[in-house]
């Protein structure tokens, strides 16, 4: 990426160059990419331009897939039934609300990455995400999260590292944030 690029516009989204070059870096090396933000501020939208650039499929399965849902096995002698992982080859697998997929199924997803990227580059770019409390707006520049200081944070917080701990390599990307400190990578119009 060159110095010039400093932001694309992604229908009404703006992304910050900064963030574009991570998630290019992540497309490039095959890499997980967990995208955080609270809702509508693009997350789904950024996957979805992954997958066009990428030029494969976008899948997007619901968070309620099961493990035959996920991955392919076979359903009778010489018939295979294909599961969302193998039909997301060329392009993205998108886990969208990713603390909220059964843990079985992340945790054999997380395997099989791990197995296939000890070869060569998986054939699909996971993209996970998730918002940043259970509530969604914690970090938001106008709305109140309801979580802070709870149980039920806690909790969420440790199950999102504890599901990202399957793709250890991922990179992390904190959407839409107006904490400095964690900088403000990708931006609705609709934001302040
Ligand atoms: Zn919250």
Redesign the pocket.
Known sequence: MGDAVTHINLNAYKVDGEILETCLQAMHDGRPLLLVGPPGCGKVVLARMLAKLRGGPLRAPHYTVSQHGMFSHTIAPGKESVGEMDLARGGVLLLDDFPQFRRGVVERLGEEYRVESFKEAPGYLPIFTA????????GHHSRT????GSDT?KNYTKRVNEYMGQFPTAFRVVLGSMDPSEGRILSSPFAA
């Not at 918002?131 to 914690?138: A, D, F, K, N, R």
């Open positions: 918002t940043s409390c259970p509530c969604g707006w914690l999260c309801m979580c802070r944070l």
